[in-house]
Each structure stands twice: as C-alpha cells, then as structure tokens.
C-alpha cells in the first residue's frame, strides 16, 4: 500500500483538485481506495490572471517565473490539506496547470506548458513529487494527452462490458475500453480529446451575467431553450471534429476566440440565452456522437462520464438521448460514481497512479492513444532536499 496525494487544476481553472488515495498492486492487479477528495478554489486575482495568460496576454519572464511559484504554492497547499487527519503521503503526483498545449504538427514535436514546478511542492510539502508528465510522451512524438485512458483501462474496465468513460471537464475526452476478456484488451484501448466539454457554455453564461455567474448549475439554464440544429450541422464541419484521432485539443482552439465566433453565428438566428447555451451544449454532445460514430469500433454498452460536465443533468440527459437516436439503441449514461469511480476526482486520482507507476517503472501512456512512438514513464522527480529552507507559511 502506498498513499499518494494527485494534483490537477483543468482546463476550466476552477481550482485545484486533491485526492489521497491508497494505492496496491500493479497493473491487472492495480486497486485505489479514495481516502479523502478536495477542490480548493483559487483566489479570483490569481484565477484571472491564468485565464488571462491562456487567453494569451503578455507577460515578461519574471512574471511567468512568479506564476509558476505561486501555482505550486497553492498546490502544495491543497496537498497539505487534503491530508489533514490522515498520515503524511509519502508521494505526490501533480499534472500543475496547463496554460498552452499544441498537438504536434507534421515536421515539429508538440508542446504543452505546465505551470507549478513540481521542486517546490516538493520543498513546501516535504513529500517527493512527480511533476510534468506530459513531455515524456510529447518527446516520442504523441500528443502528451489524453493520458488518463491507461488508468481508465486498469480501473474502469469491466470483464464482458464495451464502455466509454467520457470526461466533460472544461474539454472533453473519452476513452473506449473493450472487454477484458476480449483478445488484445489493452491494444484495443482506444481515446481522444472529443472537443468542447463546458468552456464554451461557462463563457456563454459568464458573458449573459456580466461575469457574476461562471457556470449553469444543473443545466437549468440551457434547458429552458432549443438547440438550433443548423448551426450545430455547420460547427461539426470544423477540422477538429472530422480529425481521426490522435487528437488532442485545449482552450487554445475551444476558448475566447471561438465563443466569439459562435456569439457572431448566432446573429442569424433569432435565439434566446437560453436557446444559446442549449446549442452549445448540443455542440458539446454531438461532437462526443459524432466522433464516437466516426471513431469507435463499435458502440459502447454503456457510457460512464465524469467530470464537472457530469452533474449537468440537461447535458447528461442531451447525451442520452442523442446516442439512442443515432444509434437506434438505448446506451445508459451513467456517471463513473455508479461503478465506484469519483467523478469529480478521477483526474487527481490518475496523477496519483501516474506518480505511483513512474516511482516502479511502469509505462503511463497508451500509445494508440496519444499516438506516440513507444510506451514510457511519465513524469519528472524531485526529491525532497533536507536542509532547503523553505515553508508553506513564509511564501
Ligand atoms: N453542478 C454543476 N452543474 C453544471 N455544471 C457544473 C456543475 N459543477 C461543475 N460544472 C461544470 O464543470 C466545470 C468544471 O469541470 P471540471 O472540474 O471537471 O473541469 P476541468 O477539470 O477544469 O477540465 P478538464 O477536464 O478539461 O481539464 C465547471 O466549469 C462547470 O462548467
Ligand atoms: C493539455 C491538457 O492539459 N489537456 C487536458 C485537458 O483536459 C481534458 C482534456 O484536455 C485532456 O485530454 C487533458 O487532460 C486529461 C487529464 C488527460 O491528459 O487525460
């Protein structure tokens, strides 16, 4: 048994997500028990100025050096918290935050940028920690994403079930896990990066309450209006959802800019706010459809999502819906709390896995996945240095 802190803050930069988990076994063998989940949201100033560096404003390098230390700040804040009444974890994982992904192009590698240097979490916090985990994959010429689809794999397949677990964080992802019993199981793992989770529908709702809302709670919002199927007939021939997979994506192609040409494409349409948010959260569902009609081998028994997206019963309802009439079979959607899985922590548990595997040499991508050369570990070590200065109280 290991215990293992895992570290993520999204795409949506709510904050940071904290899970403890015990961890055993391996792989075929891999179990995790969930002692204590936390988001901690971060402070609004240091909240904006994320967003607003993903939103590419200029910053000097002086200021990009303080950001990445204040991240890990109040990462490893988050990390001393969620431990609070249990014993000290003796490894953390943390993804950090990303601020800039590019998928790899024909002649160049990619790049994904993590702020919230995994040295100082592991100075503040006293714990070794794992940190970076996406260049290893990105240096063999994958995406460096998905990379939860490995863990989904280990954790979340069933023995005779075809399932997808579908993250609707602020961009979506899903991984497609056959049968274990089937033939070549892990080979026939497949995923990617679906497009649009909530990003789009936090900005719609951010803008129609000048900024005092940042999310429909439930959907109830979006379920007062009507998809305007045209326009979402005319999002779907964008390049990204006809793209087979490996495929990746961010805020980079799914923020500001994009949510302004949708507010620009509506002009033509005489729709309500509430119509608006309803058809974008139509482009939300259909272009998980779509690529699951495009992409999968077969579809699912079963979809299992999870994510901030999850506890969007108009979205979960939408995505129901929708795979029944595309499919002309009734494909429950569940959310992976029903099998077992926090929905809301799954991602912070993946990192703590990821850290646990690259501390015994176990490869943490799948390569049909990211699409990378070969199978590596993940992550960078930074062992605590005893006699470094350093506390929590003093940054
Ligand atoms: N109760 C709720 N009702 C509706 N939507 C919700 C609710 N709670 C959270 N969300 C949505 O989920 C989003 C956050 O989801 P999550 O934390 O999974 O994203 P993330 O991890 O930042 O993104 P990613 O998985 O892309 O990295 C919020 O911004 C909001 O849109
Ligand atoms: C670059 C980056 O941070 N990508 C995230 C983001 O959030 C959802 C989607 O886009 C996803 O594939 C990926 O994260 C998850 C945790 C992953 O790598 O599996």
Same mark, same amino acid.
Request: net charge negative; proline share 5%; aromatic share 8%.
């Given at each position: 048994?290991?215990?293992?802190?895992?570290?993520?803050?999204?795409?949506?930069?709510?904050?940071?997500?904290?899970?403890?988990?015990?961890?055993?076994?391996?792989?075929?063998?891999?179990?995790?028990?969930?002692?204590?989940?936390?988001?901690?949201?971060?402070?609004?100033?240091?909240?904006?100025?994320?967003?607003?560096?993903?939103?590419?404003?200029?910053?000097?390098?002086?200021?990009?050096?303080?950001?990445?230390?204040?991240?890990?700040?109040?990462?490893?804040?988050?990390?001393?918290?969620?431990?609070?009444?249990?014993?000290?974890?003796?490894?953390?994982?943390?993804?950090?935050?990303?601020?800039?992904?590019?998928?790899?192009?024909?002649?160049?590698?990619?790049?994904?940028?993590?702020?919230?240097?995994?040295?100082?979490?592991?100075?503040?916090?006293?714990?070794?920690?794992?940190?970076?985990?996406?260049?290893?994959?990105?240096?063999?010429?994958?995406?460096?994403?998905?990379?939860?689809?490995?863990?989904?794999?280990?954790?979340?397949?069933?023995?005779?079930?075809?399932?997808?677990?579908?993250?609707? +964080? /602020?961009?979506?992802?899903?991984? &497609? *896990?056959?049968? @274990?019993?089937?033939? !070549?199981?892990? %080979?026939?793992?497949?995923?990617?990066?679906?497009?649009?989770?909530?990003?789009?529908?936090?900005?719609?709702?951010?803008?129609?309450?000048?900024?005092?809302?940042?999310?429909?709670?439930?959907?109830?919002?979006?379920?007062?209006?009507?998809?305007?199927?045209?326009?979402?007939?005319?999002?779907?021939?964008?390049?990204?959802?006809?793209?087979?997979?490996?495929?990746?994506?961010?805020?980079?192609?799914?923020?500001?800019?994009?949510?302004?040409?949708?507010?620009?494409?509506?002009?033509?349409?005489?729709?309500?706010?509430?119509?608006?948010?309803?058809?974008?959260?139509?482009?939300?569902?259909?272009?998980?459809?779509?690529?699951?009609?495009?992409?999968?081998?077969?579809?699912?028994?079963?979809?299992?999502?999870? +994510? /901030?997206?999850?506890?969007?019963? &108009? *979205?979960?309802? @939408?995505?129901?819906? !929708?795979?029944? %009439?595309?499919?002309?079979?009734?494909?429950?959607?569940?959310?992976?709390?029903?099998?077992?899985?926090?929905?809301?922590?799954?991602?912070?548990?993946?990192?703590?896995?990821?850290?646990?595997?690259?501390?015994?040499?176990?490869?943490?991508?799948?390569?049909?996945?990211?699409?990378?050369?070969?199978?590596?570990?993940?992550?960078?070590?930074?062992?605590?240095?005893?006699?470094?200065?350093?506390?929590?109280?003093?940054?």
């Amino acid at each position: 048994m290991t215990r293992v802190i895992g570290l993520i803050s999204g795409t949506s930069v709510d904050g940071i997500d904290a899970a403890l988990v015990e961890i055993s076994g391996t792989e075929l063998d891999l179990k995790i028990e969930l002692l204590a989940g936390e988001t901690y949201p971060y402070p609004p100033a240091l909240r904006e100025k994320i967003l607003a560096v993903c939103a590419n404003s200029a910053i000097s390098m002086a200021e990009l050096g303080e950001l990445d230390d204040t991240i890990a700040q109040v990462f490893a804040q988050a990390a001393q918290r969620v431990q609070t009444n249990h014993p000290k974890a003796e490894l953390i994982g943390s993804h950090g935050q990303t601020v800039y992904h590019r998928p790899p192009q024909q002649n160049s590698l990619g790049y994904s940028l993590q702020l919230g240097r995994g040295e100082v979490i592991a100075q503040l916090t006293g714990i070794n920690t794992i940190s970076n985990f996406r260049v290893a994959d990105i240096a063999c010429g994958g995406q460096g994403a998905p990379l939860v689809s490995r863990i989904d794999a280990f954790l979340l397949s069933h023995p005779t079930e075809h399932r997808c677990i579908q993250n609707i +964080g /602020g961009i979506g992802n899903v991984t &497609y *896990l056959p049968p @274990r019993s089937q033939e !070549n199981w892990l %080979q026939s793992v497949c995923g990617w990066d679906t497009g649009p989770g909530n990003s789009l529908l936090d900005l719609a709702v951010q803008y129609f309450t000048d900024g005092s809302k940042s999310y429909d709670k439930k959907g109830e919002w979006a379920a007062t209006g009507t998809p305007c199927l045209p326009l979402i007939k005319k999002w779907l021939k964008q390049p990204f959802f006809q793209e087979p997979p490996p495929k990746s994506t961010g805020r980079e192609l799914f923020g500001v800019d994009y949510f302004q040409q949708c507010l620009a494409d509506i002009k033509e349409y005489e729709l309500s706010s509430g119509d608006f948010l309803a058809t974008l959260t139509e482009l939300t569902v259909a272009s998980i459809v779509q690529s699951y009609n495009n992409f999968l081998p077969k579809m699912p028994d079963r979809v299992l999502i999870c +994510g /901030g997206g999850s506890r969007n019963l &108009y *979205l979960k309802k @939408r995505l129901e819906t !929708n795979l029944n %009439q595309n499919s002309g079979i009734k494909i429950p959607v569940l959310t992976t709390d029903e099998v077992g899985m926090s929905a809301d922590y799954k991602e912070a548990i993946a990192f703590a896995v990821l850290a646990y595997w690259r501390n015994q040499g176990i490869p943490g991508n799948l390569t049909q996945v990211t699409g990378a050369q070969k199978e590596v570990t993940l992550g960078n070590i930074h062992l605590v240095t005893n006699g470094l200065r350093v506390s929590i109280e003093s940054c």
